[in-house]
Structures are given as structure tokens and as C-alpha cells.
């Protein structure tokens, strides 16, 4: 943290003795004249400050005389705002907004001579009178006009920047203190052009009005709070408030214009502007550099003038055009378009998300669409063969007790066709409910510790009929005594189901094998068989409701059985899976969990 503070304080030193420096060295690169020294041509092109008053005590004033070489030397001087009253030959010179020209024509001259008398009431080192060729005086008074307005017109369009950005995004408020600290700049450029007028009065207070301005922009652009009620001051009634009262204090106190109290009001701004570098806020060090470079240049101006009793014509023109405003207001500006660039660069990813995810979602919504038009036309000749599978055996029952009531003495041949219809049905319709309950999870699960082995075995005797009846041999090799949590009758119901399809799809004198085993917490039971096998293409199909393969092995097929063992099996928080091999058999394998 110390070092931090460490660092933004050696940055803002570099930069601003930088800015400094350079102002410095132009000012010493520009000459002086003394008091009767004389206006040599060996450097005409030189603008030269005029320093080292006389005194007079005879007249009680101040003077500088003047020489020219000879009397065919053409001087001007330029001058700019003059505290003190200034008479050459007892003609006052006229006060001046910016800088003025005065060429100095012959008749003011006595022998090359000239007194310029100053006002003894007023300091006259701080009264800027330069003196010059008329050509460097005409190219010194373009490039000023020229920087000035470029000053002011960037100050200008860096407020209507702010202000046309806050007009469309009103939540981001530093934009508002931008157009109002750029705003002020502009006007304190602005006013010396209104010299004379009744608005003239106002120039005394724009200096004060932009540095206390230019604190509030610093915690602004950083979003800083002051502690609890103090942050009032920073609010637009507080801030209007600060100004009043400082201004009303300048009026009570003329002392309070003297740039010294003003300068001392930036050590809040750059106080402010450490504390954003060491809290590494977004730009800190950007302003932090422009106000650095902002305040070498504009403290180059006074600290010259205290050095050599002079400030020179480049400087003077610096401070008059307000540059030194430029390098800190542009730098706010770049941290506005960073903040901006940011946010857009924000938005553009988040549309992107977005697209993204309107993508996935038209997807799924197109997914679902094609599923449950899939699920639908399933559900249809589900329900086309299940009326089927129902109106069959109707027809058959009819065909034979229409037979009867023709031909009575048919009855025992008929009667055994009519209870295996009926069976059928009566299986077809309990195999659809206990589905539909399933599915539905209606079915009460009766859950008991089931040893695994006996319902196996048990399930084996109760099938041993139909294996029986077509000569299949079944092997059991039951290898060990597991315990599983289920519901007794509803996994018999399973394994049933899984052996029966065994002995159904198995041809005569064929082999079943069952086996149980465990793997860790898991039983393991196949069914393996000898059977006519399934094909690839019929194989993810078998477990579906009502999927039948259509062959030639008759039995009273409902497609249901596989079903029911699954859902059964599942709901025992077990799995089932299938491997066949067509024309050489089928296995079944389930997984059950064990209690251990
Ligand atoms: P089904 O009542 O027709 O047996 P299932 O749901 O039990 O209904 O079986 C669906 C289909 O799976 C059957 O029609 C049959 O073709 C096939 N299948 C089931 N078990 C076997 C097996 N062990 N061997 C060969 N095919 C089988």
C-alpha cells in the first residue's frame, strides 16, 4: 500500500517536473532587456520581455527607457493584460483582452529613446509588455490566435462531447461533471474576448470556479465517495454551493484571486487522483499523467516569474490561450472513451451469449417439436395395434359362438379357442395396465430384503412348464447368496418375463443358461439363451412399448414383457441391458444393487 502511494506520487512528480522543465526552457530560451539596454539587431527575430524597472523618486514611478539601434529600426510591443497603468509619454496604453500591438512610431522616440512609465501603485513585474520586429511581432500574435483557438475549441468540443453523451446515457453521471468541468474551461477561455462588457466581471472568478471544478471531476470520474454527509459537497446543490461561497469570498476577500490560494485547492485534486492509483481504479494513472502534465505547464508560469522577474512571450501565450487545460480534460475524455469501448465490447459479447443461446433454444424448441411429433405418431400405432391386438380375439369369440349357436354339438372344439382368446385379452389388458402404472409410478413397491438365488430358482420352477413342454434344458449356476431391497412378486413379474422370452424365442431341445454372480455391490443375473437371436437393427428397439418383431415363432406375443421387466428393474434403481447374436442367441443381463 505504501509503496503504491509511493509510486503515484513519483509519477506525478516525473511528469509534472517534466512539464515543467519544458516550460522552463522556453522561457529561458527567450531574452530580456534591462532597463536602457539597447534593441540590437543581431537577434530580430527575438521577442524580448521588458525587466529591471527604475524607480523615479522625483515622480514617484516606475520606468524602463528604451533604445533602438537607429532611427530606422521599427519596434512594436506587445502587450497583454495590464495590471498597472502604463504611459508612454504620458499617453496611457489601452487595456487589452489577449495581447496587443503597438508599433512604436518615430515621434515617441527622443535620441532612439523611449521611457515607458509605470503606475508606482502596482508592482509593474507583473505587467507583460514585450518588444519586438514587426514581423516576429505579426508571427507571434498569429501562432497565439491560432493555439487559442485551438484551446478553446477542443475545450468546446470536449463539452459538447460530454453533454451530447450524458443526453443519451443520463445513468452514467461523471458524464454530466465532464460537460460541466469542460464546460467552465470553455467559458474561462472565453471571457477575455468580453472585455468592457458587463459579463467582464466574471473572468475574476472562472480561474477559482475551474480548479474547484476540476477536484470535483477527479472524484467523479472515479466514482470516490467522501465519508457519510460530506458526500453532500459532492452532489450538484453541493458543488453550486461551493462555488457561490467561494466566489462571495473572493468578493469579501480580494486577496483569495491571488493564485496561491487557488493553486493550494489542486492539492486536493491530486490527492484525490493518488488514492485512485493506489485503489487501482480504471484510469487513475491516465489522469493522474494528464493533471501531472496539466499543472507542469500551467505552474511553469508563475514559478518563471518568480525566478527571473520575467515571464516570457511563449509562456504568457501559453497561459492567455488556457492550454495547460488541454492535456487533463483530453485525458478524461480518453478515459470516457475507454469506459465506453469497455461497455460496448461488454455488450457486444453478451449479444453473442445471447444469440448463442437463442440458437440452443430454437434447437431444443425444434428437438422437442420433432420428438414429441415422434412420441405422437408412436403413441398412434401404439393405440392402432393395441385395438388391433383387442379386436382380434373379439372377432375370433364371435366366429365361434356364432358356430355354436348354429352347430351346437361344436362346443368342445370351439370352447378351447374361445378361453385362449379370452386369456389372451385378459393378459393383454392386465400387461397395458400394469405398464401404464408403471410409467406412471402407481405401483407400490412392497420393498423386503429378497435373497436373490431363490427367486431365481423360484422363477425357474414356475417356467419349468413351458421349458418343459418344448424340451429346453435350463442351467442355473446360482454363485452366491445375495440380498437386494425390491418388491418380491414385482421382480419375479421381471425375471419372468426375461425367462419366458428365453424358452418362447428358443427353438425345441434347446439350452437356457442363468447365472448370478456378484461384483463388488452389485448382483449380476443373465439369461442367456440358444434362441433365433436379434438382429443389429431390431435390437435398440426391443425395450419399447409394444415393439414386436414379426416372425414366424407364434406365442401370445404383446410387446409388453420387455417393457415391464425394464421399468420394474429400473425402479430397483437397476439396469438392464441386452447382447444377441442372430440365429445364435441371446443374453439379458441385469444389474441390481446388493445390500452389503
Ligand atoms: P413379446 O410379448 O413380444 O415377447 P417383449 O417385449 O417381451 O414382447 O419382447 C419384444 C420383442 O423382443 C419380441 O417380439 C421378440 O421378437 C424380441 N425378444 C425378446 N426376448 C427375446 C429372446 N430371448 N430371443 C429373441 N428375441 C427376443
Known amino acids: 500500500m505504501r509503496r503504491n502511494y509511493f509510486k503515484a506520487i513519483l509519477v506525478f512528480l516525473i511528469i ?42 522625483s515622480t514617484n514611478t516606475y520606468y524602463f527607457d528604451l533604445i533602438r539601434k537607429n532611427k530606422y529600426q521599427q519596434l512594436e510591443l506587445i502587450y497583454g493584460k495590464l495590471p498597472s497603468e502604463v504611459y508612454i509619454n504620458g499617453t496611457a496604453l489601452k487595456e487589452s483582452s489577449f495581447f496587443t500591438r503597438l508599433l512604436l512610431s518615430s515621434h515617441l522616440f527622443i535620441d532612439n529613446k523611449i521611457r515607458i512609465v509605470f503606475d508606482t501603485n502596482i508592482d509593474p513585474h507583473k505587467t507583460p509588455i514585450y518588444v519586438t520586429t514587426t514581423p516576429s511581432a505579426e508571427m507571434a500574435l498569429t501562432t497565439f490566435n491560432i493555439v487559442f483557438a485551438f484551446s478553446l475549441g477542443i475545450t468546446f468540443l470536449m463539452f459538447i462531447y460530454g453533454l451530447s453523451l450524458y443526453h443519451r446515457k443520463k445513468t452514467e453521471k461523471y458524464l454530466l ?21 458587463g459579463i467582464n466581471f466574471l473572468r475574476y472568478y472562472a480561474f477559482a470556479w475551474c480548479v474547484i471544478l476540476d477536484i470535483v471531476i477527479c472524484f467523479k470520474m472515479f466514482d470516490i465517495k467522501l465519508p457519510g454527509r460530506l458526500n453532500l459537497l459532492l452532489s450538484v446543490r453541493g ?4 462555488l457561490v461561497l467561494w466566489s462571495i469570498l473572493e468578493s469579501i476577500f480580494p486577496k483569495l484571486h491571488s493564485e496561491i490560494y487557488v493553486y493550494s485547492l489542486f492539492l486536493f485534486s491530486i490527492g484525490v487522483l493518488i ?37 516570457s512571450y511563449p509562456l504568457r501565450a501559453l497561459q492567455f490561450s488556457k ?28 449479444a453473442k451469449e445471447l444469440e448463442q ?24 400405432s401404439l393405440m392402432m395395434n393395441i385395438f388391433h391386438d383387442l379386436r382380434t380375439p373379439l372377432f375370433v369369440i364371435q366366429g365361434c359362438t356364432e ?43 412392497e420393498m423386503d430384503r429378497i435373497p436373490v438365488s431363490s427367486l431365481i430358482k423360484n422363477v425357474i420352477s414356475a417356467c419349468s412348464i413351458e421349458a418343459e413342454g418344448k424340451n429346453i434344458y435350463i442351467d442355473a449356476e446360482l454363485k452366491c447368496e445375495c440380498l437386494t431391497w425390491g418388491d418380491e412378486y414385482r421382480l419375479k413379474q421381471a425375471f419372468q418375463n426375461l425367462l419366458l422370452n428365453a424358452i418362447y424365442y428358443t427353438k425345441p431341445k434347446g439350452r437356457i443358461y442363468i447365472s448370478l454372480e456378484k461384483k463388488k455391490n452389485i448382483t449380476i443375473i443373465s439369461f442367456t439363451d440358444t434362441g433365433i437371436g436379434i438382429s443389429p437393427q431390431d435390437i435398440d428397439k426391443i425395450f419399447d412399448r409394444y415393439y414386436r418383431i414379426s416372425h414366424t415363432d407364434k406365442h401370445q406375443s404383446t410387446g409388453l414383457g420387455l417393457s415391464i421387466a425394464q421399468e420394474i428393474i429400473q425402479q430397483h434403481l437397476g439396469s438392464i441391458s441386452v447382447e444377441s447374436q442372430l440365429g445364435s442367441g441371446t443374453t439379458f443381463t441385469v444389474h441390481l444393487p446388493i445390500i452389503s
Open 239 to 242: 458543488v453550486i454551493s461551493i
Open 16 to 57: 509534472f517536473s517534466f512539464a515543467f522543465f519544458i516550460g522552463f526552457k522556453i522561457n529561458k530560451s527567450f531574452g530580456i532587456l534591462k532597463n536602457g539596454d539597447t534593441y540590437s539587431d543581431d537577434e530580430a527575430n527575438m521577442i524580448y520581455s521588458l525587466t529591471d524597472y527604475q524607480w523615479d523618486s
Open 275 to 311: 488514492y485512485a492509483c493506489v485503489d487501482k481504479r480504471k484510469g487513475g494513472w491516465l489522469l493522474i499523467s494528464g493533471h501531472a502534465l496539466s499543472l507542469g505547464l500551467r505552474m511553469a508560469i508563475p514559478l518563471s516569474s518568480l525566478s527571473s522577474s520575467s515571464v
Open 177 to 197: 461533471w465532464f460537460a460541466i468541468y469542460t464546460g467552465a474551461l470553455t467559458l474561462w477561455s472565453v471571457l477575455p474576448l468580453f472585455v468592457g462588457t
Open 403 to 445: 358356430k355354436i349357436t348354429s352347430q351346437p354339438q361344436l362346443l368342445n372344439t370351439e370352447l378351447p379357442i374361445i378361453k385362449e382368446r379370452l386369456d389372451f385379452t385378459k393378459h393383454l389388458v392386465e400387461d397395458l395396465f400394469l405398464m401404464a402404472k408403471l410409467e406412471d409410478k402407481q405401483v407400490i413397491l
Open 357 to 380: 443461446i437463442n440458437q440452443n433454444l430454437d434447437k431444443k424448441v425444434l428437438d422437442g417439436k420433432l420428438a414429441l411429433e415422434e412420441q405422437m405418431k408412436r403413441r398412434h
Open 323 to 350: 492550454f495547460f487545460n488541454v492535456p487533463f480534460a483530453f485525458c478524461c475524455m480518453l478515459l470516457i472513451n475507454h469506459i465506453f469501448a469497455e461497455k460496448y465490447t461488454e455488450a457486444e459479447i453478451l
